[in-house]
Structures are given as C-alpha cells and as structure tokens.
C-alpha cells in the first residue's frame, strides 16, 4: 500500500471556522466588507496586542498599502532583506522603486544589523534617504529588533515588519506584528493559520490603518456618487475569507505548541547526526517554528548534503524544501544592490525546511526522520 504524501505545511482547521462562515451566509454578507472582517480585525489587535488592523486580500497587498503610505514612487530606495520570499520585494517593484538587498546574520536568519548600517549610511552620504527598511522574521524567527528598529530610528527610515511567518512569535514577551510603523501578516494557506488566502496590515498608529481601509476599497472619496482623487486598489478581505480567519485565531495557540513540538521532535531525532545544525532562537527569541529548518554541512556529513536529503524523501512522497533562494542571487533582482557577506546565499546552499504542519501525526515525523536516519549509516 502506498504510504499518503506528506506536504511542507498544510492547511489545518480546527473545526471553529464554520459557524463563523455560516453566519454570513445566513445574513448574507458575502461581501469584501461585514461583521467577520470588523470582527476578524478586532481579534487580531487583541492578540498581537496593536492598536489598529486592516484585513486585506493578501500579505503581499499589505505590504504594497505600507509602501504607497510612506510615499514610495519611481527612482527611490527601499532597504530590503534579501533572505526571504519575494512577496517581500515585490511590491517595491510596483512603485517603479529600487530594492537594495541587505544579508542576514547568522544568530537568527534576518536582517544583519552591521550591513543595514552600512547600506543607511551610504544612501545618507549620497543624500538619497531610504523610503523605507524591510525586514523579515523568516520561518517565525524574530529579528534582531532592537538593533534594527535603534538604526531606523536614529537614520529616521521607517521599519515595514513583515511577519507574514511569525503570528504567534514573540520578542521579548511581545508579539510580532507590534514592532513596525506598519507590520504585516499573511494568512495565505501554507502559514500558521489560513484565511484560504489573505493579509493584514497593523500599526499602533490609526491613521495609517484607516489609508489603508481606503486605499483598498478603491480610494473612494466622500461623495454620494463616485469621486476618486487618488489612484485605488481592491484590496480588502472577503467576510467569507474573514469568517475562516476567526475560526483559526481561536486556536493560534495550539497551532503555535503544535509547530514547536514538531520542531522539538526533528531536533531530539536528528540532532546527532553529524553535520545537521537547527535555526538557533536566541534567549528572549520565541519563534512559533512555522517551519523547521536545519542546514547540512557535507564536510561534516560525510558529502550528504541538502539536496541528498530532499531527494531521498521526495522518492518516498515527503515534501521537503530548500530554504528560501536570496533576493540578490534571483534573475528578477540582478541589477539591485547588495550589501553584505555570503550569510543569506551559505543558508541557501546548505538548508533544508521539513514537512511542518501543525497537522503532522507521530507517525508521519517517525516516518519523516527514519527516511532521514537512513541516509546517515
Ligand atoms: C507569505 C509571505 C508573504 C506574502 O503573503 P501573501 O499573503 O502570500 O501575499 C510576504 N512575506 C513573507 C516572508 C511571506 O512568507
């Protein structure tokens, strides 16, 4: 009998979205508006612990929204971390701006700060101050935060958290999503928690939140009939999508245990292995390990590398991954800048994300880490 395909990191639901997506059945909002999405927004603030929320149609059209509020139009700079999905980068692109790539740092797989202080001083000297500075907590890894936000601040170039991985994470006791002018969430169907698709953008600061509102519902001006002064997007989340939404919020906590004791699983099983190292969490670091990740020293391994092991497991119906290809390296990006070392392009190389789901059974990780063992006698 052939054994079932195990995915990355599918969706898991609880059970609770239901009643939410019937409500708006019965009363007939189906509709980018209504009670799930007001109702959606006011669970998330309360949980990342923000002030304002807009629920969004994407992660990637939240991050457009905090671009085009800042001002970001042809022939500006955007500081971008160059170790992450592109969904990060591209909406700078949109805005006919450049994406100038900084390298991550080895203690948490983000922003370095030393290279982001670099590239800030050098667009300072050229009198181009950077519009803005995107930074990324990769696979639910908080970023060096501290550091990152005391450089923003004292070169004055506002911080775009993007914590489209990271609900649930937590820096120094507070969550992720409260740390940027504008932070970001995506509940696309492979993160923690799913909308089917969808994003948010928060911000302790209202007006920001109430633009963006705006801005995604076609940048209507008030009048009876349909006025536009400004360029509109159709942004917003269904009530449909939001209703989902509120059914999986009820169990973030569980989803976040969940992932973690995946994480603590693979690393118990296969951290004797020789030349298998895990995303380190520093101290004050809480990661909710959307997704494991490991790199594989072949020098140490004995020349099994990444790609060995990837190819093992996708022969038994195991999805595995290599870790996300930096933004520098890709086709799209060839002519942006760079500053930095080989930090981003080394995980590249050498790392691996494993089957993740909150829905993994035992069974599927003894499964997983056997095939894995294997490889090694
Ligand atoms: C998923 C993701 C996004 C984009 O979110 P969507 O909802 O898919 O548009 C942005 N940044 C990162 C780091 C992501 O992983």
């Not at 001006?221 to 509120?246: F, K, L």
């Not at 490991?294 to 391994?301: F, G, N, V, Y």
């Amino acid at each position: 009998m052939a054994l079932k395909k195990i995915f990355l990191s599918s969706p898991h639901l609880s059970g609770h979205e239901l009643p939410y997506v019937q409500q708006a059945f019965d009363s007939n909002w189906i509709a980018p508006l209504g009670p799930n999405v007001d109702g959606f927004e006011q669970e998330l603030c309360a949980y990342v612990g923000t002030g304002h929320a807009a629920a969004l149609s994407s992660g990637t059209a939240a991050i457009h929204l905090a671009l085009i509020m800042l001002g970001v139009t042809a022939g500006d700079v955007v500081l971008c971390q160059s170790f992450t999905f592109a969904a990060s980068a591209n909406p700078v692109m949109y805005q006919g701006a450049t994406p100038v790539f900084i390298d991550s740092e080895t203690d948490t797989w983000n922003l370095c700060p030393e290279a982001l202080e670099t590239a800030l001083k050098y667009y300072a000297d050229l009198g181009r101050k950077p519009k803005a500075v995107i930074g990324v907590h990769l696979y639910g890894m908080p970023a060096k935060l501290k550091e990152i936000l005391a450089l923003c601040e004292s070169f004055k170039v506002p911080f775009i958290e993007d914590a489209a991985e990271a609900l649930g994470s937590t820096y120094f006791g507070q969550k992720a999503g409260a740390f940027g002018a504008m932070s970001v969430l995506s509940f696309n169907g492979n993160k923690i928690i799913t909308t089917s698709g969808g994003g948010a953008l928060l911000s302790t600061n209202g007006d920001y939140v109430k633009k963006a509102r705006f801005l995604a519902t076609q940048a209507r001006d008030p009048a009876p009939h349909y006025q536009h002064s400004e360029v509109g997007y159709n942004y917003r989340m269904s009530n449909i999508c939001a209703g989902i939404g509120r059914g999986q919020l009820e169990v973030i906590d569980e989803r976040v245990a969940q992932r973690r004791a995946n994480f603590h699983f693979y690393k118990e099983t296969l951290h004797p292995l020789p030349g298998i190292t895990f995303q380190p969490e520093p101290e004050g670091y809480f990661s909710n390990r959307w997704l494991t990740c490991l790199t594989i020293d072949p020098q140490q391994s004995g020349g099994i590398t990444r790609e060995t092991v990837r190819l093992a497991l996708a022969e038994d119906d195991i999805e595995s991954r290599p870790l996300w290809k930096p933004m520098h390296m890709q086709p799209l990006f060839a002519d942006s800048p760079y500053f930095g070392g080989n930090v981003a392009e080394n995980l590249f190389k050498s790392g691996l994300c494993l089957p993740s789901g909150s829905n993994l059974e035992p069974a599927d990780l003894q499964r997983i880490t056997t095939r894995i063992k294997k490889l090694f006698v």
